[in-house]
């Protein structure tokens, strides 16, 4: 079955680095790649969505400055948490999906736990 | 916008006993409905995929139905087992390039 690869699944920095995520799709090729973030007992959220070559769409209220997504390839998305900050901590999860009508449904990464400090 | 709510939010069943978990959502005009199960800490495993002109799917002890009219999902699971243990979100396709609307989830215990 498809997989979609992430990593790291555990991340600490501290407060004003940056930390990139990675979501890569290991056996068929992502058109488009979905990134979500979830709080501690709350629902995902999506952040983002990004198609290959070209630049990512963001959801109302995220800030595509802070939350830099490339899509460069059908198999490797990245977000890049830039300047983090305590309230940066989060679950982020990437989801791929090889058509844009979904039609065969999602795959999700395993999660990258990000700890700012 | 599309919101999409889950009760309950948490339930404990003792083993054997079948488990409902509901999904509403508040625009009919859906492209699909999908289950989840998500274990602590971990990232989400696809159950079972509704398209918006089916009713229902199944897979072993798992069925999904799926009202548009009503805006309501329910996920059955027969005879529950400890290994059920866990987070079941629910997520609504809102637009044909795949994004989805979830759920807070129902978290599940089982108890042996």
């Known amino acids: 079955g498809a997989v979609v690869s992430q990593h790291p699944s555990r991340v600490i920095c501290k407060s004003g680095t940056s930390v990139k995520i990675e979501c890569r799709s290991l056996?068929?090729?992502?058109?488009?790649m979905f990134w979500y973030r979830q709080f501690p007992k709350k629902s995902l959220m999506l952040m983002a969505t990004?198609?290959?070559?070209?630049?990512?769409?963001?959801e109302q209220g995220v800030e595509k400055d802070k939350f830099l997504i490339n899509h460069a390839s059908l198999t490797l998305s990245t977000l890049t948490v830039t300047s983090a900050h305590p309230e940066d901590s989060s679950f982020y999860i990437c989801?791929?999906?090889?058509?844009?009508?979904?039609?065969?449904?999602?795959?999700f990464g395993s999660g990258t736990r990000l700890t700012v400090v | 916008k599309q919101e999409v709510t889950q009760i309950p939010a948490a339930l404990s069943v003792p083993e054997g006993e079948n488990l409902v978990l509901n999904c509403s959502f508040t625009?009919?005009?859906?492209?699909?409905l999908q289950w989840f199960r998500q274990d602590p800490g971990k990232g989400l495993t696809s159950l079972l995929l509704?398209?918006?002109?089916?009713r229902e799917q199944t897979s072993g002890r798992l069925n999904a139905s799926l009202d548009k009219s009503s805006g309501r999902s329910t996920l059955y699971i027969a005879a529950s087992q400890p290994g059920d243990s866990a987070t079941y979100l629910c997520a609504v396709g809102t637009d044909s390039w795949g994004k989805l609307q979830f759920g807070a989830g129902t978290q599940v215990v089982v108890t042996p």
């Open positions: 989801s791929a999906s090889s058509q844009g009508f979904f039609n065969y449904g999602y795959t």
């Open positions: 990004s198609n290959e070559g070209s630049k990512a769409t963001y």
């Open positions: 509704i398209q918006s002109s089916q």
């Open positions: 625009d009919s005009a859906i492209y699909n």
């Open positions: 056996d068929f090729q992502a058109t488009t």
